[in-house]
């Protein structure tokens, strides 16, 4: 329950003071946004969201290059910064119940599902740690003449993480372990929509790094956290000291961050997001193709980027599989996200809610109808897990990102192929099959950068692949040694020998 003091009802959860870390001293912000925070369950108002200033974030910028510049962090040994984002990976352990209430509080994802942040979250510097003792940033080779030939990745500056609000702190982790493991002076901004989680990782990866030495004088600026929207992570993607940028988060935000990158020739990675089709094939049992679709459908409450967009299925079962999955979608609870009895929460703010209505109501004018079966509370910024039937394919190009996926019937493979590769997305692609091998024949024309063959889970296929992005999904690729290798530049040193400098 909450209660109402001055008008203004108290967080169901005790939730963090606004904070940034600048050149090694944590504090409140000294700005806000226009952006007021909620509580995405009961719809209530928390305040307004923190903001680092601009004098700020020219103190960050200055501190993160200083650190750069001194190299204490880069020119540690791999083993020893592999020791120290260990350390980090234990301290974070014991707080993952924290912190997976935290993302449920903020995203309205119910917290059985942010629970994997106790995964996730260590485990991300577990395997840059292990990454780097495996040499990730060095390599050898034998020259021509027999002489070696040394590859050495080295950090190339001060690095940004800009994270989205889906699921903040595991990519939080990733990100933030990433560009450490490569020696990197890190600069790490929470999104604003859900700030929690992100902060409190931050907090306990700068103590760690501090009882290693790394959080005062020349030093201070090795990790840093600021606050905002857009507006303050656009002055540090533009500051020429950043020489490294990893960003999830929508099309319109990648593409700005792409051209002011492209100034400075600074190093990007963008994962925007997909359109992602699940390929039924003929042979499969329609109870499993609607199993997988409310899978895809409804977790994290449709709000990631992996998400089901597009249900292509052969037109003899097209109903039946549409009314088996209303049927799965008709049992789910709806509720409170940090009840473990849920199964589906709300979105994450009323913005974003008006976003997918009005995403939803374009759609309804092109001719879709709307297909729904789950009950929802009162208040709170629900939405129905909704499959949308008659929608044109060229007007279901651009995702939905919350519980939305257009229905698409085909009579043959071929057209259900250009079905699955008709939008200019490339991120995940599903397809469900009894015949593996057949399966497995249609994924490979699939074109995007993960394609699953009858699987429907948030984890990839393997934790060493690369997580790659095709066309408007992304730039780049993600993946454990993919993302430190992002924040490195090559260095080749060796001998060349084989003839006389001079002539002789």
Known sequence: ???????????????????????????????????????????????HAAATSAEDGERVAAAAQVAYESGAWARMSPDARAEVLDRVADALKGE?????????????????????????????????????????????????????????????????CLLPWNAPAPMAAHKVASSLAAGCPTILKPSEYAPYGTTELGRIVSGVLAEAGLGTGVDAGTFQVVQG?????????SDPRVRAVSFTGGLPGGRAIAAACAADFTATQLELGGNNPLVVLPDTDPADAARAAVDLLTTLNGQWCRALGRLVVPAEIADEVVGLALDRLADLRAGDPLDPATDLGPLVHSVHLGRVHAEL?????????????????????????????????????????????????????DEALALANGTPYGLEGYVLGADTERAMEFA????????????????????????????????????TLETIRIFTGARVVGVEGGFALHGK
């Open 444 to 479: 490979r024309q699939v074109r995007a950068g993960e394609v699953k063959v009858n699987g429907s889970t948030i984890m990839s296929l393997h934790l060493m692949t690369p997580r790659p992005a095709w066309g408007l999904s992304g730039l780049g690729e993600e993946g």
């Open 229 to 237: 929207g857009p507006g303050v992570g656009g002055s540090l993607v």
């Open 361 to 413: 109501e374009a759609k309804v004018a092109v001719g879709g109808v709307t297909c729904t079966s789950t009950s929802l509370p009162e208040r709170g910024h629900f939405l129905a897990p909704t499959l949308l039937t008659g929608v044109p394919a060229a007007e279901a190009q651009h995702e939905v990102f919350g519980p939305v996926a257009t229905v698409h019937a085909y009579n043959t493979l």
């Open 96 to 160: 993952v119940p924290r912190l997976a209430a935290l993302e449920a509080f903020a995203t309205g994802v119910p917290v059985t599902q942010t629970g994997i942040v106790a995964m996730i979250v260590p485990g991300a510097f577990r395997l840059v740690a292990q990454a780097l003792r495996d040499g990730v940033l060095r390599e050898d080779y034998e020259g021509m003449s027999g002489n070696a030939v040394e590859v050495h990745r080295l950090p190339l500056g001060p690095a940004l």
């Open 1 to 47: 329950m909450t209660t109402t003091q001055d008008g203004i009802e108290t967080p169901r959860l005790e939730l963090p003071l606004p904070a940034q870390l600048v050149a090694g001293v944590w504090s409140a912000p000294t700005e806000q946004l226009d952006l007021i925070l909620e509580d995405p369950y009961l719809g209530t108002q928390l305040g």
